[in-house]
């Protein structure tokens, strides 16, 4: 079992940046996947991002060259770094992670960009 912590979510103007955190309870060296997906209001939940354990990474289309993913083993924490917001950028981010055994999520952090 692993608990994942979300953090870094808030309020910005459209154009900013943010950079979310994805903290584990524990190692996250055996995660094969670890994912960041977003859930808009009235929404159902979307994948955004997800790295691989060897670092590979994949975006969806309305972030590339805007979203980047990474992930600290050695701090057992995965990031997303928000550049250029936009406000349908909006939504509750969760994170997840993938192991052998079982997938796992965070509870979310909000996520607001205006106009």
């Known amino acids: 079992q692993v608990q994942l912590v979300e953090s870094g979510g808030g309020l910005v103007q459209a154009g900013g940046s943010l950079r979310l955190s994805c903290a584990a309870s524990?190692?996250?060296?055996?995660?094969?996947?670890m994912r960041w997906h977003r859930q808009a209001p009235g929404k159902q939940r979307d994948f955004v991002a997800s790295i691989s354990s060897r670092g590979n990474t994949n975006y969806v289309d309305s972030v590339k060259g805007r979203f980047t993913i990474s992930r600290d083993n050695a701090k057992n924490t995965m990031y997303l770094q928000m550049n250029s917001l936009k406000p349908e950028d909006t939504a509750v981010y969760y994170c997840?992670?993938?192991?052998?055994?079982?997938?796992?999520w965070g509870q979310g952090t909000q996520v607001t960009v205006s106009t």
């Open positions: 524990r190692s996250i060296f055996s995660m094969n996947y």
């Open positions: 997840s992670g993938q192991d052998p055994l079982a997938v796992y």
